[in-house]
C-alpha cells in the first residue's frame, strides 16, 4: 500500500476487501477488533484523497439478502470509529452501491453491504465467480486487499477481483503476515503452542504441521475429550469426536517419536449440563481428575492443576502460539482456564501470537490489554492455514 500512496490514490476508487465479520448479538457487536484492525489502512487511503469502498462478507447467509447478516451495524461503527461517518450501501453490485459510490467526494468512506448476499461470492464455479468479481470491478480502480480473516478463502472478493484490478496488499495483511513469518522461518526456542476450541477436526491438519515444528503443545478446550479418550480414559457426557480417536492417536505416538511434548489436561472443570449463555445463571461446576471424569458430567474448561502445569510450560518459552479457548469462557464458572492461559502468555517473556477470531475476542472480553500481547491476529482460520503452509488465495492474488 505504500508504493500505492506513493504514486497517489486522490480522486480514485479504491476497493478495500476488510474482514468485518464481527460477533453480533442481535444488532450489537460484542469485540470490534476486526474493525479497528482495518483502520489504519481505510484513514490512509481517506487521507490521501482517495473514495474508498470498503466490502467485507459477515457471517455465512445463504447467497441472498438476510437482515441477520446486514453489514449494517459494522458500518455504524466504522463510521464512529473513523469520527467522519461512513455512507452505506444497502446492496453490492446494485443501484445502491452504484450511486453510493458515484456519490463519494474524494477522502469520503462507504461500506457496501454483504458481499455473501451475492450467491457469486463464494461460488465453487470459477465462471460464477468471475461474473460477480467483474460487477465488483466497476465500483473502482484499485483494489487494497486487507481482510487477513478471509485469505484462505477462494472468494470472488478476495481472489478473482484482485486480478482485474491494480492492487495491492494493505497494512494489516502486511503485519499479520510479518507477525506469522516468525512463527515459521527461524523460529525462537522453545517454541510452545497452546490449542483450544472445540473441534479436534478443525485443528488436526495444524497440529501434523506442529509435529514437526514445536517443542511443546498445550492442549485445551473441547477438542481435549477426543484426546483423553485417545489415551483411554472415560470421558462421560464431555464433547467427543469418536471418528478422530485413531488420527489422534497417530500424533500421541508421533509426538513422543518427535520429541514434542504433548501436554493434557491433568484435572477438568465439569458439571451435569452446559450453561446458559445468555442468562449466565450459575452452572454447577466440579473440578474432577482427568481421568476420572464420572459418566454424568462433561467437561466445561481445564482445572485449577493444569492451569499451573500449563502456566509453568509457557514459563520458559521464546515463542508462543495460541489458538482457541480452554474452556466454555463465556460463562464466568468456566472462564478461569482461558484466564489463566491469556494471564501465562502475559507473564511469559516469549514473543506471543494470539490467533483466532474466539481466542482474540476471549482476551479482550476478559478485559486484558490487547496491546500488552506481541499480536493479536485478526484471522482465525486463516493464520491457522499460514501455520499449516498452505498457499492462501488471497495472498497469493496479491503477490504479481
Ligand atoms: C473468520 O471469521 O474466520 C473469517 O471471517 C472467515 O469467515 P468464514 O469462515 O465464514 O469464511
Do not use: C
Amino acid at each position: 500500500i505504500d508504493e500505492l500512496l506513493t504514486e497517489g490514490v486522490a480522486g480514485k476508487r479504491v476497493f478495500v476487501r476488510a474482514d468485518l465479520n464481527v460477533p453480533l448479538d442481535g444488532g450489537t457487536i460484542t469485540d470490534d477488533g476486526r474493525i479497528r484492525a482495518v483502520l489504519p489502512t481505510v484513514k490512509a487511503l481517506a487521507d490521501a484523497g482517495a473514495k474508498v469502498v470498503v466490502a467485507s462478507h459477515l457471517g455465512r447467509p445463504k447467497g441472498a439478502p438476510d437482515p441477520a447478516f446486514s453489514l449494517a451495524p459494522a458500518a455504524a461503527r466504522m463510521g464512529e470509529l473513523l469520527g467522519t461517518g461512513v455512507a452505506f450501501a444497502t446492496d453490492t453490485v446494485g443501484d445502491s452501491a452504484r450511486s453510493t459510490v458515484a456519490g463519494l467526494a474524494d477522502g469520503q468512506v462507504a461500506v457496501i453491504e454483504n458481499l455473501r448476499f451475492n450467491a457469486g461470492e463464494t461460488a465453487k464455479d470459477d465462471a460464477e465467480r468471475g461474473a460477480f468479481a467483474d460487477r465488483l470491478a466497476e465500483l473502482a480502480d484499485v483494489y487494497v486487499g486487507d481482510g487477513f480473516g478471509a485469505v484462505h478463502r477462494r472468494h470472488a472478493s478476495v481472489f478473482d477481483l484482485p486480478a482485474r484490478l491494480p492492487h495491492a496488499a494493505g497494512h494489516l495483511i502486511a503485519t499479520e503476515v510479518g507477525v506469522l513469518k516468525k512463527l515459521t522461518e527461524d523460529v525462537k526456542r522453545p517454541y510452545v503452542v497452546a490449542l483450544g476450541g472445540s473441534k479436534v477436526s478443525d485443528k488436526l491438519a495444524v497440529i501434523d504441521q506442529l509435529l514437526g515444528k514445536a517443542d511443546r503443545l498445550l492442549i485445551g478446550g473441547g477438542m481435549v475429550f477426543t484426546f483423553l479418550k485417545a489415551k483411554g480414559y472415560e470421558v462421560g457426557a464431555s464433547l467427543l469426536q469418536e471418528d478422530q480417536i485413531p488420527v489422534v492417536q497417530e500424533y500421541i505416538e508421533r509426538a513422543e517419536k518427535n520429541g514434542v511434548e504433548l501436554v493434557l489436561p491433568v484435572d477438568v472443570v465439569t458439571s451435569t449440563e452446559f450453561p446458559d449463555l445468555k442468562t449466565k445463571a450459575p452452572g454447577h461446576p466440579h473440578t474432577v481428575a482427568a481421568d476420572a471424569i464420572p459418566a454424568d458430567q462433561l467437561g466445561l474448561d481445564i482445572g485449577p492443576e493444569t492451569r499451573k502445569l500449563y502456566a509453568s510450560k509457557l514459563a520458559d518459552a521464546a515463542t508462543v502460539f495460541w489458538n482457541g479457548p480452554m474452556g466454555v469462557f463465556e460463562h464466568p464458572d468456566y472462564a478461569e482456564g482461558t484466564r489463566a492461559l491469556a494471564q501465562a502468555l502475559l507473564d511469559s517473556p516469549a514473543f506471543t501470537v494470539v490467533g483466532g477470531g474466539d481466542s482474540a475476542a476471549a482476551v479482550r472480553l476478559l478485559g486484558f490489554d490487547e496491546n500488552a500481547f506481541g499480536h493479536i491476529s485478526t484471522g482465525g482460520g486463516a493464520s491457522l492455514e499460514y501455520l499449516e503452509g498452505k498457499a492462501l488465495p488471497g495472498l497469493a492474488a496479491l503477490e504479481d
